[in-house]
């Protein structure tokens, strides 16, 4: 037990003495939070504090003369309890002017054969083109229309399975309307609401430091690989120690490191960027199931890579793809399946929880999240027992 | 190979008695390539052994057993009377293990990274910083005891590998080519420390492929090639093995004829050349001889200008055994 301390804390203090765990865990990552959410903020505000706060949006749609499902879709987003919607039906071309000029905030293309083409089982393809400086109102109708086209998708298989072959075509919009009426709202609200409780900036701001939290962590753990190149892994394993007790302090560092800057991180964004996460308790809840993600993470990067140098890349590329994909730079709004997956990078995860706790939930409502990130600690911690270590010398 | 102390072999208990390290049978194989081939050798307090092999002859791989970085795939391993292995950890308390690659932290200053190897050997408080000091001296480093070691010359970290190793006073000090890529102070520094330590009553395993340096420090020397100990003893013994013997050229003014006859009645003196005014001898071990011959010569009424000692050398031994120069 003294040997894990004595390792921990030698390590400790040479990363503080290494500029570098500074710059990545505080620096760089505060001075993007900062630089980012200025960018963000000098055009309209775009916070969404809750559904009351929501603008009409108005949309210009060209849908092909006695097309049922397109005519289905529109009067499904008509339809929609959180958003006043007004749709105007116009030419293809006229639409595009509008959403162009800014009189529309969306246009919305329904191809020719549309109906058709679900009822075959293709998928429908719908494009939309977005007016500049639109909120988070039309991102959400943008998701609305995603979830409805993929209901009439799954509702053209299932009504195709039924009548093996022959789809009537009566049957198909009635599954596809109530599909479109009730089910996409409905899960809509229910995946999306919390996160959205987050600012633009605090969107921003839990992002940034759920990004740079896998590379402080990198600091703990991924010296596992560069001890083993100064020669000292070698002569660690010489000494009398348990062997558990060397991966255990790198772990233990990587968690000191990763908490502290993300604690900073999410305090800089608190008291100088205005964003309010909500409670401290859940919020600490929060950052101690990523952090637990994010240094078992780092073990699978430490069992692949031969070098340090390769510790590095594999680590700078998987917070940045994992950043990305969590919104660390801009909003990301997909639907469907794919949208399933990205919930699971614990970066979206960790955002997800800070939604949850600005709008005021406490460690009970934090289920989801803290399961992804602590699921994910558990998924990576076995990866790297499982996997062979690339970089051993013997 | 015989060896009067090896007695007790059959009985492990005995075989270990007084021993620090006590290897038997050691192999281990890499894929197709055996390694090491069936390694014994015995090391008691205050012995130097040295390990003399070329490149790949499998040092460290014996080394890298012994101190339980590897496991063995066959034999056994004891020091002090317990059984060593990876999993062994109150054992590897008495082991210093001083890789044949540098080992420090570059950031930290000598003293810091000897202070953390020392507290994770257990030392604290007072102990452990007189033996700091007491070891910085000892490598002559105490002037730049507290720069980086990143900042460094080859030669300092090389000594401070070394000075990490022993630390914690071990009972076994194992040294796997230490001087190798260091300049000739530094070189004399690290013999010198060895030699030190030995003296203190340090049982020392020591790999090299500079045969005057297992020649200076070894007080017995195992030749290995091919991951086999080809033979073993003392340098004199090794020497006799191959049947070498050494040569006493003694050059001067006076009676060379009698003188040579006074010589030839000496019982370590085996035959006696003689050619113009210069008597070559040849002596079973010249270093024990020489004072008699010497003398002797003197006695006769000889007046010597010089005295010359060659002896074949562990190259010759080396050559003589595998067939092969130490270095390529
Ligand atoms: N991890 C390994 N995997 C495969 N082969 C190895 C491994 N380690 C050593 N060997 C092989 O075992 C043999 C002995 O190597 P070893 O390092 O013990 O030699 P050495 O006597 O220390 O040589 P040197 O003087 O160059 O340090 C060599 O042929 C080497 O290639
Ligand atoms: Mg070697």
Known sequence: MRALWIM?????????????????????????????????NTGEATGLTGSQSLSPVS????????????????????????????VELTSADRARALAGSGEADLALFVPEGFTDA????????VSTVRADGTGAEVELLLSVIGGTLEQFHDGALAARAATAGGVPAAELDQVALQAALREPSVAFLEGRTSSEQLSATGALVAGQAGLFLFFTVGFGVLALVSERETGTWTRLCSLPLRPWTIVASKALVSYVLGVASTGVLLTVGILLLDVDFGAPLPIALLVLCAVAAGTSLMFVVARLARTAEQANLFQTALAMILGLAGGAFFPLSVSGPLDAILDLNPVAAFSRGLGITSGGGGPTDLGAPVAILLGSAAVTAALSLLLPDRGRAT | MSDGQRSGEDDPARASEGAVLLVEGLVRRFGDLTAVDGVGLRIEAGQTYGLLGPNGAGKTTTISMIAGLLPADAGTISVLGRPMGPR??????????????????PELTARENLAFFGR????????????????????????????????YSGGMKRRLNIAVGLIHRPALLILDEPTVGVDPQSRNAILRSVEALSGEGMAVLYTTHYMEEAARLCDRIGIIDSGRIRAEGTRSELITLIGGVDTIRLTGAGPVE???????????????GVEGRCLTLTVHDAPTTVAQVVTTAARTGLALDEVEIVRPDLESVFLHLTGKALRD
């Open chain 2, 120 to 151: 994770l050997q257990g030392m604290r408080g007072r102990q452990l910083i007189e033996r700091i000091d007491e070891v910085l001296d000892l490598i002559a480093l105490s002037d730049r005891a507290d720069d980086a070691t990143k900042d």
């Open chain 1, 8 to 40: 921990t804390f030698s390590d400790l203090r040479l990363n503080l003495r290494n500029r570098s765990v500074l710059l990545f865990a505080l620096v760089i990552p505060a001075s993007l939070m900062t630089v980012l959410s200025i960018t963000y």
């Open chain 2, 258 to 272: 009698e003188s040579a006859e006074a010589l030839r009645l000496l019982e370590a003196v085996d035959k006696v």
């Open chain 2, 88 to 105: 062994e950890v109150e054992v590897k308390h008495h082991i210093g293990l001083v890789p044949q690659d540098l080992a420090i932290y």
């Open chain 1, 59 to 86: 949309v210009a749609a060209a849908v092909p003369e006695g097309d049922r499902l397109g005519t289905t879709l529109l009067t499904a987003l008509t339809h929609l309890n959180d958003l006043d919607i007004d």
């Open chain 1, 118 to 125: 679900v009822r075959a089982g293709r998928g429908p393809t």
